[in-house]
């Protein structure tokens, strides 16, 4: 098995200001070509540090991808570094001028010598082209190791790794052209659940599963290559879907408002929100989706009570009564938004995101949840853990967006979760 590994670059990376993201979409991207990664490492912009690292890597290394530091300015080190590892001299690549003044020419700008400095590469570099951007990419072979130079911009790495950096590689190593991974996503069962129930089950030895918890969803990755292991891997998801039931909110590379959408749409159905605590959350979530003004009509965003008033006709004195978050209040509200909105489905939401404002009664992460149908009005008021505010609204949304897929494919309402308590769930006939 090929040994690969991640180098980063730059002082933002290393010191914490920036994010990582860029070795994590590459490390989970080279995963899904069945290339598992060894090492992942940050070099600050420091030319004799980035000299040092890539000489000694690439004894140990087949393949070392190096992210950034590709750009025109005095701090972009990754050429010079690697014309230095391999004792060559920086020579102009005329190919990536003339890409360059054609880049340049459609927005009638000049090639200044700063930019010209992305076309000098080591003598013996391979180019790999970048579409996307003005610093070009570039492979070296360096002792044992083939080195993949990549820029810092996702769109234009994400790009040259699938069109540029996989067939060179595959091409020089003989990467597996068939590999697969296949995705279950699941909602409301810890990841600690989730592997002692794949515990229980015999992984067949030509395929590995893979786990990725992203709040609040976790994945369930099986991997593997060839066509023996396609088979085996058809007839081990159906058993992953025995095991998780209706904890399984899609599959493959779509997404939960993306199966609501194809159900809404096949069905006739539309919908309209009714938010308080999670401000929007819900409707900005479904209208990310192209496609999705065949079926969603309308958001209400009704922070107040006056505003669920006037906007839902919610009554005031329920308000009294029981207060905004309450089964009662979040009913209304789907009623509200499902009648004034001339749609077929209504989803509302109201709750205690904190970090201030909860009782004892109703501490934060209490949160209602209502859904109106044109035959039955289902409410729930449940109890969340206080993970803090932001994450106590995602949740809330995506329970709000689960309760219309468990409605849409006849499963149970009142899902069993790892995470919330069920203080109050209710459904009734209209």
Not at 239 to 261: C, K, M, N, P, V
Request: hydrophobic share 45%.
């Amino acid at each position: 098995m090929l040994k690969v590994e991640i180098m980063t670059t730059g002082e933002e990376v290393l010191s914490g200001q920036i994010t990582d993201r860029n070795a994590s979409w590459i490390s989970r991207f080279l995963e899904e070509q069945g290339l598992a990664i060894n090492r992942r490492y940050t070099i600050g912009d420091r030319l004799d540090e980035l000299v040092q690292q890539l000489t000694v890597r690439a004894d140990h290394a087949d393949v070392i991808v190096v992210n950034g530091g590709l750009g025109p300015t005095d701090d972009d080190y990754s050429a010079r570094a690697a014309a230095a590892a391999l004792g060559e001299e920086l020579v102009l690549f005329p190919a990536w001028v003339d890409k360059l003044h054609e880049k340049f020419a459609k927005t009638g700008r000049q090639v200044t010598e700063r930019q010209l400095k992305q076309a000098y590469l080591p003598a013996s570099a391979d180019l790999l082209d970048n579409p996307r951007g003005t610093a070009c990419g570039f492979a070296v072979h360096l002792r044992r190791a083939w080195i993949y130079f990549t820029p810092g911009p996702p769109v234009e790495l994400h790009k040259m790794m699938r069109d540029e950096v996989m067939p060179h590689l595959a091409q020089r190593l003989g990467v597996p052209d068939q590999v697969f991974v296949k995705k279950v996503m699941t909602f409301g069962i810890g990841e600690s659940r989730i592997n002692d129930l794949t515990a229980t089950l015999t992984v067949p030895a030509n395929l590995r599963l893979g786990y990725r918890a992203t709040f609040p969803v976790t994945e369930v990755k099986v991997m593997g290559a060839g066509t023996e292991a396609e088979v085996q891997a058809a007839a081990f998801l159906d058993q992953l879907r025995t095991l998780f039931g209706d904890h399984i909110i899609y599959e493959g590379e779509t997404s939960l408002e993306a199966r609501l959408q194809e159900k809404m749409i096949a069905r006739g159905f539309t919908l309209a929100t009714a938010e308080s605590c999670t401000g929007g959350m819900i409707a900005s979530r479904v209208v990310d989706r192209p496609g999705s003004s065949a079926w969603f009509h309308r958001g209400y965003v009704t922070y107040t009570n006056n505003a669920k008033h006037d906007m839902l006709g919610v009554p005031m004195d329920l308000f009294e009564r029981v207060g905004a978050v309450s089964s009662e209040v979040a009913g209304a509200m789907a009623l509200g938004a499902r009648e004034r909105g001339g749609v077929t489905h209504a989803l509302s939401v109201s709750g205690v995101a904190g970090p201030d404002g909860g009782s004892e009664e109703k501490p934060v992460g209490t949160v209602a949840f209502g859904m109106a149908t044109p035959t039955h009005l289902v409410t729930m008021l449940l109890q969340l853990p206080n993970w803090g505010r932001e994450k106590i609204r995602i949740m809330s949304a995506t329970i709000a967006l689960d309760l219309l897929r468990r409605h849409l494919e006849g499963v149970p309402l009142k899902a069993a979760s790892d995470f919330v308590v069920v203080r109050h769930f209710e459904e009734r006939a209209l």
